[in-house]
């Protein structure tokens, strides 16, 4: 497709299980983001790809949460261990270069019972 | 760290009035962008700007950024129930080589017909 793919579009889990989310990027993206949001508030920074350096992590909120990305391109952001306050919508956005915007896909909404 | 105050937090005004959302913040952006959210969707963009002092219009949305590019305001003329939706503005910002952003924490907006 021509845009962000996120899957799933909803999760439903119970406390203390894990969980993966999936980020497709715009084919061509250098750089990946993942954000959380909360309750239609602002987006929280999580984890940021570049390319092929190092992530910048500096966003994640505990040992439990790790993100990947394979080959430059798929993303996926797993949560180890999930507890209630995980409960958000969680977005990924991908973007050519640093003179270009951020594109966003439309989320995951993880809901921990 | 780097905080970027969005105000008002809610608003609902009647179709045709006239409103203004700001973002403040006291750190320098190298640009700010503002998007529009609806339920169940990711952000998208309306606009980037980039030089201090620079205004943009789409359509009836005006778009500033401060002089000093630490601000940003979004004046919406004569407003439509289609503008519904959470906005958000973020700020971008380049750090030990990371191209990073700070989100507003979201001006949600209702237009009553």
């Known amino acids: 497709g021509a845009g962000v793919s996120q899957s799933p579009s909803n999760k439903v889990t119970e406390k203390g299980k894990d969980v993966e989310l999936r980020c497709d990027p715009i084919?061509?993206?250098?750089?990946l983001y993942w954000y959380r949001q909360s309750l239609g508030q602002g987006l929280e920074f999580l984890i940021y790809?570049?390319?092929?350096?190092?992530?910048?992590k500096s966003g994640l909120p505990s040992d439990r949460f790790s993100a990947e990305r394979t080959g430059g391109s798929v993303s996926t952001l797993t949560i180890q261990r999930t507890q209630q306050e995980d409960s958000a919508v969680y977005l990924c956005a991908s973007r050519a270069d640093s003179n270009q915007p951020q594109h966003f896909g439309d989320g995951t909404r993880l809901s921990i019972l | 760290t780097q905080l970027l105050e969005q105000s008002p937090q809610f608003l609902s005004i009647q179709e045709g009035e006239n409103l203004t959302v700001y973002c403040n913040s006291s750190?320098?952006?190298?640009?700010l962008q503002w998007y529009r959210q609806e339920p169940g969707e990711g952000p998208v963009l309306l606009v980037t700007v980039v030089t201090g002092g620079e205004v943009k219009k789409l359509k009836r949305l005006t778009f500033q950024f401060g002089d000093a590019r630490k601000d940003s305001s979004l004046h919406i003329t004569a407003a439509q129930p289609g503008d519904t939706g959470l906005y958000l503005c973020a700020g971008a910002f380049t750090t030990s080589g990371t191209y990073k952003y700070i989100f507003g924490t979201g001006t949600r907006l209702k237009v009553l017909a």
């Open positions: 750190s320098v952006f190298s640009s």
């Open positions: 790809f570049q390319g092929n350096s190092a992530p910048d």
């Open positions: 084919s061509g993206h250098t750089a």
